[in-house]
């Protein structure tokens, strides 16, 4: 029956005795959904929303940039990702806005090869996307602001971190990125959702990444959690500070940008969510905590 195959496995907070490995985990046919309660400072106030991360492997074009249809077709040119999209709704006033973070990184070392971010609200409509090739990173904007629109070379740096890409790297998929205690000077590429958001040229920041000893205990509206604590420290901005799941498959349980935005878990399932497009079928956001919006 249509219901029994496309139900939601849906994740506990409880680890099993033994973690299984990436390729068990994740390439079951299914994606990981997860949603979240998001607090974001815009115009000076706060407003509440929901955003959602939904991770999942697929194969990927080393020279189109693009979700394969066929991987056996060109096997030397196909690679298999791991997908993180990371859309991010919430109202101000009278207008609301419609956002999307796109990272694909290549899941055998997690290493970014593109991010592409849209920015949608009343006033207009940006999108940005980044290329990663050996030897420069490639971005062009197409910006509904004066002046913003164009392309934007970047020679690659050997210790260089793209941020939007450690919502995965930072989960410690294939074990961690530091050791308890641990810190690391990055070259970092800024969010393009904080770019765009607080208007900032796309540029190189050296940034100071740490793990903090120990675990904590958080509760989120998922529930309470054993967690991971990493912090990212950036000249003249509040720190970025990422609560990732102790337990199999360490979840982000908790995102905090200083009092400019907030993450907060509400729920997870692994569901095949491209097939979940009929009628009834926003029935399955209950299993992540969230509500169908209003329209």
């Known amino acids: 029956m249509r219901l029994s195959a496309l139900a939601a496995v849906c994740l506990t907070a409880a680890a099993s005795s033994a973690a299984p490995t990436f390729e068990q985990h994740w390439q079951d046919g299914q994606a990981e959904i997860s949603g979240y309660r998001l607090t974001v400072n815009r115009y000076g106030e706060p407003r509440l929303g ?168 958080i509760e989120v509206p998922a529930g309470e959690f054993d967690v991971t604590v990493y912090e990212l420290s950036v000249p003249d901005q509040p720190p970025r500070t990422y609560f990732v799941e102790e337990a199999y498959p360490h979840r982000i349980i908790r995102y905090e940008f200083g009092q400019s935005e907030t993450l907060e878990l509400t729920g997870t399932a692994r569901m095949p969510y491209w097939e979940m497009n009929g009628a009834g079928d926003e029935s399955h956001l209950e299993a992540v905590g969230l509500q169908p919006l209003p329209r």
């Open 50 to 217: 929901q955003a959602v991360m939904i991770y999942v492997t697929e194969p990927f074009s080393t020279s189109q940039f693009v979700k394969v249809d066929d991987a056996a077709a060109a096997p030397g040119d196909t690679f298999e990702a791991l997908k993180l999209n990371l859309i991010r709704d919430f109202q101000t006033g009278v207008y609301d806005y419609n956002t999307m973070v796109s990272v694909f990184t290549r899941s055998a070392d997690f290493s970014p090869v593109k991010i592409t971010c849209s920015v949608a609200e009343w006033c207009g409509h940006v999108f940005e996307e980044m290329r990663f090739h050996a030897d420069r990173i490639e971005t062009r904007i197409a910006s509904y602001f004066q002046g913003e629109s164009g392309e934007i070379p970047l020679d690659p740096r050997p210790d260089a971190v793209a941020e939007d890409a450690l919502f995965i790297q930072l989960r410690g998929l294939r074990g961690p990125r530091l050791q308890p205690g641990e810190t690391e000077m990055i070259s970092l590429i800024e969010s393009a959702f904080l770019r765009r958001l607080h208007h900032r040229a796309l540029h190189w920041e050296e940034a100071l990444l740490t793990r903090r000893e120990g675990t904590a205990r």
